[in-house]
């Protein structure tokens, strides 16, 4: 019995000193995710910040939504599109995704609505309208929708497919 005593210590002491190390070995590596995950974080906020940033470049200003709401879209001859009715926001991001353009119709009767990528517009020298690199015949087939049937929350992921693929630019 007295040989088995210091056994039985000698195997508790051990078990307690490596449970301290694991317990310590543990903390460390979820000091080490947390770590990673702000970095995760300060880069995405990063990447966000340089989007909007090259976003405001390509318009060439920072422009108020009411003084873009209005302003016609012209193609490189030209030649009217249209002009912007709305602005449509990616909420987590804080940028603008789509424009939403009017085009064809009579006094705004039997026209349809294009959502266009915001990168796909440029502002001109003289800054009264924006351009779009697209003729009227092409833009008659771009997907769009009716301005009585805006889409949904749900098919915005389904429209920034279409325009992506149409305009061959990422909203």
């Given at each position: 019995?007295?040989?088995?005593?210091?056994?039985?210590?000698?195997?508790?002491l051990s078990a307690t000193l490596a449970g301290t190390s694991c317990a310590a070995d543990?903390?460390?590596?979820?000091?080490?995710?947390?770590?990673?995950?702000?970095?995760?974080?300060?880069e995405r906020r990063e990447e966000s910040a340089e989007r909007v940033r090259a976003s405001?470049?390509?318009?060439?200003?920072?422009?108020?939504?009411?003084?873009?709401?209005?302003?016609?879209?012209?193609?490189?001859?030209?030649?009217?599109?249209?002009?912007?009715?709305?602005?449509?926001?990616?909420?987590?991001?804080?940028?603008?995704?789509?424009?939403?353009?009017?085009?064809?119709?009579?006094?705004?009767?039997?026209?349809?609505?294009f959502a266009l990528p915001w990168k796909a517009l440029h502002w001109t020298r003289d800054?009264?309208?924006?351009?779009?690199?697209?003729?009227?015949?092409?833009?008659?087939?771009?997907?769009?929708?009716?301005?009585?049937?805006?889409?949904?929350?749900?098919?915005?992921?389904?429209?920034?497919?279409?325009?992506?693929?149409?305009?061959?630019?990422?909203?």
């Open positions: 019995m007295k040989k088995l005593i210091p056994i039985v210590a000698l195997s508790f543990v903390q460390q590596k979820q000091q080490t995710l947390l770590e990673k995950q702000k970095e995760l974080k300060h405001n470049e390509s318009m060439q200003q920072v422009s108020r939504a009411s003084k873009i709401i209005g302003t016609n879209v012209k193609n490189p001859n030209g030649d009217k599109l249209g002009d912007i009715k709305d602005l449509v926001l990616d909420p987590e991001s804080g940028q603008v995704v789509y424009i939403v353009v009017a085009f064809g119709g009579v006094l705004g009767v039997g026209g349809k609505l800054k009264e309208y924006y351009v779009l690199d697209v003729d009227k015949s092409t833009l008659k087939k771009a997907p769009g929708f009716d301005k009585k049937h805006w889409p949904d929350s749900s098919k915005w992921d389904q429209l920034r497919e279409e325009v992506k693929e149409f305009y061959q630019v990422n909203p």
